[in-house]
């Protein structure tokens, strides 16, 4: 039972710890680099500052000290429910921009990890999803027919990073390839933008589908990452942080650092006498040798620590 309490507090913290992250990451965002705190701080020293103002200004207008103090309360609250209200309709407004943001990277990302033939299914699913109909592989320069409203469309997918762009040169074998079928439609579909003459040729039986219009085509079939799916993310962005800074702490304090650390602080110590910089290059000596010092304290309490020696015997 009580392994079941610690159990429940546990994760009662670590929600907490979760939710206080998550929050940070979205004011810092919003205030530029801002955490809670010190957004919290200045609307409570702008509170304070109204406050106090409001009791000089009504004091020395009615010379009622008890009156000046209620109505300030009272103006203080006002200001508060005004500007909370306002902060967090704005707030909401913010995080949904951002959550967006992390969505069309993570979209991204997943598509960036997909080879050509994979790229290929993967807008099969979510086109045959968005036009409830079927696809047909199909062969050359055109990967794909489906039919929609008595209709025959033909499909050709391209992959390309984000920098490239799909020209007129690119989907000249799909136009000539969907003249050999009973396709009257074109769909052309990139996870990348099309070139401003592609788009300005206006083809009246072509679609083009950029990336933004695939997270478009996503959002409404309903497949974008929901809310708990985005929190993950934020919180997976500090873990990768996490795990970065312990890597270079590791490499830091590697056990290869602490001879070099040494050797380089009695190789500098040694030369300050040959300079006429004797107390730099001393000084950086002996900050070269404590750290190698520092280093080999560091390696020596973990190998302890992961050995399980026992130091009272």
């Not at 209620?70 to 006002?78: A, D, F």
């Not at 050359?140 to 489906?146: G, P, R, S």
């Not at 993310?233 to 942080?241: G, L, P, S």
């Amino acid at each position: 039972m009580d392994f079941d309490k610690k159990d429940i507090l546990k994760k009662y913290i670590e929600d907490l710890k979760r939710k206080r992250y998550i929050n940070n990451y979205y004011i810092g965002k919003i205030k530029k680099g801002k955490s809670t705190e010190a957004d919290f701080l200045d609307g409570f020293f702008l509170r304070i500052i109204i406050f106090i103002g409001t009791i000089i200004i009504l004091y020395a207008e009615t010379g009622y000290f008890i009156f000046s103090i209620v109505v300030s309360v009272q103006i203080t609250i006002l200001f508060s429910l005004l500007i909370y209200n306002f902060k967090n309709k704005k707030m909401k407004k913010k995080i949904a921009q951002i959550n967006e943001e992390l969505v069309k990277k993570k979209i991204l990302k997943d598509i960036n990890n997909l080879s050509s033939n994979e790229f290929k299914e993967y807008i099969k699913d979510i086109l045959e999803e968005y036009y409830n109909t079927t696809f047909f592989e199909y062969s050359n320069h055109l990967d794909y027919l489906f039919t929609v409203d008595n209709e025959i469309w033909g499909v050709s997918c391209f992959k390309k990073s984000q920098d490239d762009r799909i020209g007129l040169k690119d989907i000249n074998g799909f136009m000539e390839e969907l003249k050999k079928t009973e396709a009257s439609r074109g769909l052309i579909v990139t996870n990348s933008y099309f070139t401003e003459e592609l788009k300005e040729k206006g083809y009246i039986h072509i679609k083009l589908v950029d990336f933004d219009e695939i997270i478009e085509i996503i959002k409404k079939i309903g497949k974008l990452p929901k809310k708990e799916e985005i929190e993950e993310i934020i919180v997976n962005k500090r873990k990768e942080k996490l795990s970065k800074r312990v890597n270079m702490k590791e490499q830091f304090f590697s056990k290869h650092n602490i001879l070099r650390f040494f050797f380089l602080g009695i190789i500098l110590i040694l030369m300050s006498n040959l300079t006429r910089y004797t107390k730099y290059y001393t000084v950086v000596g002996g900050i070269c040798i404590a750290l190698s010092i520092i280093s080999g304290s560091y390696n020596l309490y973990f190998f302890i620590k992961n050995h399980d020696f026992n130091l009272q015997k």
